[in-house]
């Protein structure tokens, strides 16, 4: 047969199946769209030279966009070929060879990846000008202009390369099944329905208890850092926990209902139970993972919503004054106590002039590793599941960095903590042995107190006077890289002040660009840092992951109503026939439509109600996660994602609504 006859032939099928067809190609073109946003983002200049980690963290999100974007295209070609297996046996019965209909698809393969990547091209380019400027406001860094993003050749030269890759997989697909299949079974296969489901005791066991240990498990770990092959486990379970309810639980329900003869014969429920049942195999897989993208969706996107709000108070409590000097050591390589006056000399040395402070005060601030339980702290001893830290500094500093007027007799201590247990303590006891211990009543301060910029499970100590500090010191000691024998900790000695004079503001600001590692100032080595430094540090590192959140969210809601859409599709024109049946017997229109409303209803509401469920129940482990980044308002959290699960639940009534529709259309009538 002539190429040109298949050409125009495949150009007909696709034509005459627009219905189908056009979704799949919209979304596809979508799809890379934002791949080439994304791609084009990652080798910008204008990114790479104020950004050096965004690269990596689009590149990630590239590397598993494309792995979405081929999963959805294939859930989405797995129906378009479902439609088509009678038109190609009715092709094998009429003369037409395989190898025929195997270039006639891959010139429709061809027509679709062409039209669709040039046109995502043109998209992406467009988007990605709004996207370029949208990022840089969210890294607080407003100088791009439209000119910093140029359309790239090599950026589109890797779109359509990408599209033509997954569209050639899919169609090695398509070629592989319709080389395994007969002429009879191509006729037959599309009205082969499903046998109804059993109730699978076993798998609903299994379900029942791999959800509820993951359940368990996101509710009661405490540090989600610390033990991440529990919190990979708990995330395999409630996976796998979904799954097996979704199979098992949906056929019990729907058995428990049909046996229930005073609802079940009721002529709605009649149609509704037993077409659902009917399917539900197929529906229940599907509907689990529908479930699974869904949770993704909340848990991607109100993480990364809720680390961008917290951002200020994360900067707040790791650089609470306009500047903050760290002495690290003396030209001798040896420490050395330092005091306010000594800082405040380096710095003026550094200016050529006094420096002009409107605040300054010294802090010194002291991190012991220590197995803490019930209460009790114990030096380290290898055990890290028992791991937290002491953070210690003395009154005298702590009310003058603050400006509070705290008093603390001998035995007392002020404190503040991130560990679960710890949250409510009314006295600790510091054990160095059976015969050496400490005792403290405590009185809790705020949070907001702690700094930020330590990982772990924290717990920030005021202590009394330097006697007491120096007499955990000794009792605590901790192992040093190099030594054999474990080592007092010393103190972090720092500076932290206010400058009133702008231009030595500025002169401080280019200091720090100048000196990314370290200082030296006559005899001493210093670490600097600033306000407006670390805000511009943490607002370009985590624009980047709000960033990679939407992107994948963006990608993920698509992949969702994708699958959603030729799922209602997919189920309107199975059920079409049997409609119709019912429609020559002399069922109203009225009861067909409700029974259509009820059935995608339920379908549309079960992974929308499990997904909200797990992701209530993973914030905990996010709340965890984010605390190891200074994020420790948890009212930020919970705002973030009632703000995401809002808007999820508006988008997905919309393809309710929609899908219903089209469902119902597809009943009535052949679109």
Same mark, same amino acid.
Request: charged residues 25%; hydrophobic residues 50%; glycine residues 2%.
């Given at each position: 047969m002539r190429l040109g006859m298949l050409t125009k032939l495949a150009v007909t099928n696709i +034509? @005459?199946?627009?219905t189908v067809y056009f979704p799949y190609f919209l979304s596809f073109t979508l799809l890379m769209g934002s791949e080439y946003i994304m791609a084009s983002l990652m080798t910008n200049d204008f990114v790479q030279e104020r950004n050096a980690q965004l690269p990596m963290i689009i590149g990630f999100a590239i590397f598993l966009s494309t792995i979405l974007i081929t999963i959805f295209t294939i859930y989405a070609n797995n129906f378009i070929q479902k439609q088509r297996?009678?038109?190609?046996g009715l092709y094998t019965v009429? =003369? $037409?060879?395989? +190898?025929?209909? *195997?270039?006639?698809?891959?010139i429709e393969q061809f027509i679709l990846w062409i039209t669709s990547t040039a046109l995502a091209t043109g998209i992406g380019?467009?988007?990605g000008k709004m996207v370029f400027i949208m990022i840089n406001k969210l890294m607080k860094d407003t100088g791009a202009t439209l000119m910093d993003y140029p359309f790239s050749l090599g950026v589109a030269g890797y779109t359509v390369a990408v599209g033509g890759l997954i569209m050639f997989f899919v169609y090695l697909i398509n070629n592989i099944r319709l080389s395994r299949m007969q002429a009879t079974e191509l006729l037959q296969e599309k009205k082969a329905g499903e046998k109804e489901p059993k109730a699978n005791i076993l798998v609903l066991l299994i379900g029942l208890v791999a959800m509820g240990a993951g359940y368990y498990f996101a509710l009661t770990i405490s540090n989600a850092m610390s033990q991440l092959p529990l919190l990979f486990g708990t995330i395999l379970l409630i996976i796998i926990g979904t799954y097996c309810l979704f199979i098992s639980l949906s056929i019990l329900v729907l058995k428990a209902l049909q046996k229930n003869k005073k609802h079940y014969y009721k002529p709605e429920n009649f149609l509704m139970i037993s077409g659902m049942l009917y399917r539900m195999r197929a529906n229940a897989v599907s509907l689990a993972s529908i479930a699974i993208l869904c949770t993704g969706i909340i848990v991607t996107v109100g993480t990364t919503l809720s680390l961008y709000m917290g951002m200020s108070s994360i900067i707040e409590g790791a650089t609470p004054r306009q500047f903050e000097l760290t002495y690290i050591v003396s030209e001798n390589g040896e420490q050395e106590k330092l005091t306010e006056e000594d800082f405040l000399t380096d710095m003026s040395n550094y200016l050529g002039e006094d420096i002009n402070t409107s605040f300054a005060a010294g802090y010194d601030l002291t991190m012991i590793g220590a197995r803490f339980n019930d209460g009790v702290f114990q030096p380290e001893s290898g055990e890290p599941e028992w791991l937290a830290y002491l953070l210690l500094t003395t009154l005298d500093d702590f009310n003058e960095m603050y400006g509070e007027d705290y008093q603390l007799e001998e035995n007392q201590a002020l404190y503040a903590s991130q560990i679960k247990n710890a949250k409510e303590l009314d006295q600790i006891t510091l054990l160095a042995d059976d015969d050496n211990k400490q005792v403290l009543d405590l009185q809790a301060i705020d949070e907001t107190y702690m700094p930020t910029n330590y990982v772990g &499970?924290?717990?920030?100590?005021? !202590?009394? @006077?330097?006697?007491?500090? @120096?007499?955990?010191r000794e009792n605590f000691l901790i192992s040093v890289y190099g030594s054999d024998e474990p080592v007092k900790a010393e103190p972090s000695q720092s500076l932290y002040f206010d400058v009133d004079d702008e231009a030595q503001a500025k002169e401080i600001e280019q200091m720090i660009v100048d000196n990314r590692i370290a200082v030296t100032i006559g005899n001493h080595t210093y670490r600097i840092s600033s306000k407006q430094s670390m805000t511009k540090e943490l607002y370009s590192l985590n624009g980047g992951f709000l960033f990679l959140g939407m992107i994948v969210g963006i990608v993920l809601i698509i992949g969702?109503?994708?699958? $959603?859409?030729?799922? #209602?599709? *997919?189920? =309107?024109?199975? &059920? +079409?026939?049997?409609? &119709?049946i019912m429609g020559q017997v002399g069922l109203p229109d009225s009861l067909i439509k409700q029974t259509i409303q009820k #059935? !995608?209803?339920?379908?549309? /509401? $079960?992974? *929308?109600?499990? /997904? !909200? $469920? @797990? /992701?209530v129940i993973a914030h905990k482990i996010v709340m965890s996660l984010l605390r190891t980044l200074g994020l420790i308002a948890p009212t930020t959290v919970l705002t973030a994602y009632g703000m995401v699960i809002i808007v999820f639940i508006a988008i997905y009534a919309i393809c309710y609504l929609i899908t219903s529709k089209m469902y119902y259309a597809i009943i009535k009538k052949e679109m």
């Open positions: +034509k @005459n199946r627009v297996r009678l038109e190609y009429l =003369g $037409l060879e395989r +190898k025929h209909i *195997s270039l006639m698809m891959l380019f467009i988007f &499970d924290i717990m920030y100590l005021v !202590v009394p @006077n330097e006697d007491v500090l @120096n007499e955990i969702t109503i994708l699958m $959603l859409y030729f799922k #209602q599709i *997919s189920e =309107g024109y199975d &059920d +079409k026939e049997k409609f &119709d #059935q !995608v209803f339920w379908i549309f /509401a $079960l992974p *929308s109600i499990v /997904a !909200v $469920l @797990n /992701a």
